[in-house]
T-cell receptor, first 111, second 117 residues
Framework: QKEVEQNSGPLSVPEGAIASLNCTYSDRGSQSFFWYRQYSGKSPELIMFIYSNGDKEDGRFTAQLNKASQYVSLLIRDSQPSDSATYLCAPKGGGFQKLVFGTGTRLLVSP | GAVVSQHPSWVICKSGTSVKIECRSLDFQATTMFWYRQFPKQSLMLMATSNEGSKATYEQGVEKDKFLINHASLTLSTLTVTSAHPEDSSFYIC?????????????FGPGTRLTVL
């Protein structure tokens, strides 16, 4: 079992719709969870982090965490073509609190 | 947010040569830096964790003698790919942890694209 699992996609949504990105992880010791966005040929940029069960909202983005189910998700409301990118889920854990990245989900938002 | 730079942004070298990549935290002190490698259409793979003033911790399967990491100051870490071969061609990305930031955020450099001929 991979440490972090994400559907590679692509996930296609029309402009203005809600995009739902999901991630499961295997390490129950993970305490913090990060969502990064990566455009093609660029390095990742942080979108959100969450460490408590429940929802956390930041603008058009909502992260949801369920530690019991080892599941974290990212909702993007009012999706825009500029949101088209690969979204990486990364639980944090380990001795150096290192990030473990999933394969990422490619999101395509069509105008 | 905090800024991390990498140099060079891209490099082309001949097989058998060594290449050094620098990673700098510009406006914060980074006691810990991370080096990742990303092949096309794949996720980031952590290569090693670099702590200032101590030896790097390498992930399983990463050859420490081939990928030399030095973290001599709180703002600079270097990765040297020794005796590079075409299979080492990849996108190398560093990140630095801002221990004073929110939830110990990790900021990524812009990456270095290495092509070995």
């Amino acid at each position: 079992q991979k440490e972090v699992e994400q559907n590679s996609g692509p996930l296609s949504v029309p402009e203005g719709a809600i995009a739902s990105l999901n991630c499961t992880y295997s390490d129950r010791g993970s305490q913090s969870f990060f969502w990064y966005r990566q455009y093609s040929g660029k390095s990742p940029e942080l979108i959100m982090f969450i460490y408590s069960n429940g929802d956390k909202e930041d603008g058009r983005f909502t992260a949801q965490l369920n530690k019991a189910s080892q599941y974290v998700s990212l909702l993007i409301r009012d999706s825009q073509p500029s949101d088209s990118a690969t979204y990486l889920c990364a639980p944090k854990g380990g001795g150096f609190q290192k990030l473990v990245f999933g394969t990422g989900t490619r999101l395509l938002v069509s105008p | 947010g905090a800024v991390v730079s990498q140099h060079p942004s891209w490099v082309i070298c001949k097989s058998g040569t060594s290449v050094k990549i620098e990673c700098r935290s510009l406006d914060f002190q980074a006691t810990t830096m991370f080096w990742y490698r990303q092949f096309p259409k794949q996720s980031l793979m952590l290569m090693a964790t670099s702590n200032e003033g101590s030896k790097a911790t390498y992930e399983q399967g990463v050859e420490k003698d081939k990928f030399l990491i030095n973290h001599a100051s709180l703002t600079l870490s270097t990765l040297t790919v020794t005796s590079a071969h075409p299979e080492d061609s990849s996108f190398y990305i560093c990140s630095a942890r801002d221990w004073g930031g929110r939830d110990n955020e990790q900021f990524f450099g812009p990456g270095t694209r290495l092509t070995v001929l």
